[in-house]
């Protein structure tokens, strides 16, 4: 199994720890977002979409995290422990209503605080306006509020008393704007001891290690200096945040 990857992205994390914490064994495919590999003639072999994870099992790709997440989660199912994507029917429902809420709720607004803290001044040249980055960061809170009060409650993880693939879903997204230097979980106790749960049944080491790219973003401006680049997605930040 193939997977290409690049750490800074949020779901190639979930992909990475997902496969490096229940040990099933792939090739780590780089592919540098920032120097724009994933245009590449020969990434775009792999996959006409251009956007990272993606999966190569044999002749099989599988693009999307959510998707690769699961193939991996049922293929491997006699290794693979059940609490992280239950054959109970109810509590797989659970993991799966999740999946579907974050793409459009903390994915999203936790990508766009870290754009706009992150990646705007380098693309624009300028700070981003400051009623973008408010409306962003309401937005955040409004997601981490029902992220508690939904999803988690009291229970010790999302799901259940054990970590599943929601949790770690969840993780690798509140991490990119803490890569900004924004502390999201002050004033959030119940998530600071969800998080730490969460990072103890990974393993902190490999949690670490994996964002450990996503936590040096300031080094960005290095490997972001081609101009011609920066150019090419000032259009997509423009619509994006005009």
């Known amino acids: 199994m193939e997977l290409y990857l690049d750490l800074f992205s949020q779901p190639c994390r979930s992909v990475f720890l997902f ?23 020969e990434f775009g072999k792999i996959s006409i979409i ?4 993606v999966m190569k099992d044999g002749s099989f790709i599988l693009t999307e995290s959510v998707a690769i997440l699961k193939y991996m989660a049922q293929k ?20 799966n209503e999740y999946l579907a809420w974050q793409h459009t709720n903390l994915r999203l607004h936790g990508s766009k605080v870290f754009l706009l803290r992150s990646v705007f001044p380098l693309i624009m040249g300028s ?3 400051k009623e973008k980055m408010d409306a962003a960061l309401e937005d955040l809170k409004q997601s981490l509020n029902l992220l508690e009060e939904k999803f988690l409650q009291n229970k010790p993880f999302i799901v259940s008393n054990k970590i599943s693939l929601a949790d770690l879903v969840a993780i690798v997204e509140i991490m990119q704007p803490v890569g900004t230097g924004l502390d999201v979980f002050e004033g959030r106790p119940k998530l600071i001891v ?17 964002h450990e790219a996503i936590m040096k973003v300031s080094s960005l401006p290095q490997k972001m200096q081609d101009k011609s680049k920066l150019e090419i997605l000032k259009p997509k930040f423009q619509k994006l945040f005009s």
């Open 19 to 41: 496969a490096k914490a229940v040990g099933i064994p792939f090739e780590f495919k780089h592919v540098d977002l920032a120097e724009g590999h994933h245009y590449s003639e």
């Open 50 to 53: 251009r956007k990272v994870p």
């Open 76 to 95: 491997y199912s006699l290794s693979v422990a059940d609490h992280w994507y239950p054959a109970d029917l109810q509590q797989r429902a659970c993991v």
């Open 127 to 129: 700070e981003p306006p």
């Open 194 to 210: 969800w998080r730490d749960r969460v990072k103890k049944a990974i393993g902190e080491k490999l949690f670490d290690e994996a």
